[in-house]
Every structure is written in C-alpha cells, then in structure tokens.
C-alpha cells in the first residue's frame, strides 16, 4: 500500500487510476533491449515470442535461477487448455479486498477519466496483440472472478494470441472452455466479480511467489507459469536450442538399444561419442542459422 501510495502523486493525467509514468517504468525496467509502448512497457519483438513458443519451463528455469531470478516461477493452476502454450507481454493489474472510502475515490477518479463498466473492463479495454493480461485477485475464488466468457471472449479477441493469468477466479467456465485462448486460474465460481476494487494498473504485482512486472513475457506450459525479465529472452531462446539439439541426439541414441542411461546422460562419456555429438551439435547450430 505504501508503494501504491508513492504512485499517487506521479499520476496526474495518466490514463489509467494508478500506474507506472512513462519516466518510471523506463527506469524500472531499464535493462529492456526491445521497443517500448508508449507508455514506456517493454515491447518484446512478436519474432522473439513466436520461438518461445516450443520451450519449455524447465529451459526458463535454467537461465532464470543462474541469473538470479529464482522468484519468477508459480505453479497449482487450474489451465483451460493444457496443450495450449501461453506467451505474450504482461499486462499487469492489482486488486484488493474493497474498501468504501477508497472505493468511491478509484470509482469517482475512473468515471471522471471516462472509464465504462466495471473495474475488470477498464483493464480489458487496454488489452492490444500478444499482451497476457495478469492480475492479483489476491487468490480470491469466491466473488473473485476477473471474468466471464463475455469478457473472457474480448480478451482472446482483443489479445489474438495472448491470453490471461488470474490469481483469483473466472466463472461462466462452460462457456469459456470452448474459447481457443490460454488461461491460468486459481478456480472457478457462479458469482459475479465483488468485495474487491481495482488499485494499479501496470505496476509490480505479486502473483503468488513471483513478482511481475509490466511488459514480463509471461510463458506458460502444462506445468505453470514464468514470468521472464524482457533482457533475458535471448539468452534463454539460444540456450534452449542447444537442449533441443542435445535431447535429439541423445534420445535417438536410446532408442538404438545400445547404450545404457549412464552411457550418454547427461552427456556421452565415451571420446567417440562425445565428439559425434559435439560435430551432430555444430551441424545442426549451422542448419538452424541458415533458416534465419
């Protein structure tokens, strides 16, 4: 709350009722490579999205926890399509418990800026292509639900590729199976959102054990979901080419009948081997760059 507060005094005429200014989010994320928005969210290129789409969290994670980022995995989702991969810029929203007095100023403050609708909506309507919408609903299950299939359905239009995380709820969840979006979520429930008001838009939020930040490339597989610093994407992108091309090998290896686990992994003992895999690895790292 008190950094919430901090915020306050920034905002002025910003679009949104509290949020990062175009001079704080640059400095707050100030080791982004990419484009930025211009509100000052990282961009991270649709090209760079498109390849992380065949990794997988465990190739995150090992960039991530080398680079000292250990707090950016979280798991236990409910996931709408499990086959479905999750990737996009994050969108970042923060809920807590309502609270009259404030309430009424967030209300007052949002009709006064010609927001429509509720709450949730004014942060749908800020949704643009491959953005993930993420909010902190605080693990709200009860009245906690961010969507839907109404809302939900103008995420996966207005998002295309994106989708959402929710630390909260979604209900309407027969009507919301049949979209072709991914979504995380903590549960469902019948009743509408409630007891709960909207107090940031693209700051730092805590999603679980994580913290994410606005313009985060949100991934997510059957496991759970990362939330990776923009600066990191490339180098996960080239190390896990590597691991696809070592796994390749090395199961092809396996199926031969040849060798036993302790023979080839986690990498080949014998001299031979090693350097068939080290001349498959730079034929193939070869190959990979002519597609380019």
Known sequence: MRFLLLLCGAIGAQAQIFT???????????????????????????????????????????????????NQYEGNWRILHPGKKLVGRAVTAQFMPARGDLNEVIA????AKGYR???NQWVIDMLRPGDVVVVDLFGKIEAGTFVGD?????????TRNGGMVIDGAIRDLEGIYPIDMAAYFRGAHPAALGGA?????????????T??????????DRTGVYFIPPHLAE???????????????????????KYKSTDLYSSPHDPALRKEYEEYLKKKLAEREGRK
């Open 211 to 220: 913290t994410v930040m606005p313009g985060d490339i949100v991934f997510g």
């Open 117 to 119: 609708g509720g709450q």
């Open 197 to 209: 008001m909207l107090t940031g838009v693209n700051i730092p939020i805590r999603v679980g054990n």
């Open 235 to 257: 180098e996960i992108v080239r190390r896990a080419e590597v691991t696809h091309i070592h796994d390749e090998w090395t199961k092809s290896k396996f199926q031969t009948g």
């Open 20 to 70: 990062f200014s175009k001079e704080q989010m640059i400095k707050y994320t100030s080791q982004n490579p990419f484009e930025r928005f211009e509100d000052g969210r990282p961009k991270a290129p649709d090209a760079l999205l498109e390849k992380m789409r065949g990794l997988s969290v465990e190739e995150v994670w090992g960039v991530l926890s080398r680079k000292g980022f250990p």
């Open 150 to 158: 109404n809302l939900a359905t103008a995420i996966q239009a207005a």
């Open 108 to 111: 007052a403050d949002g009709k």
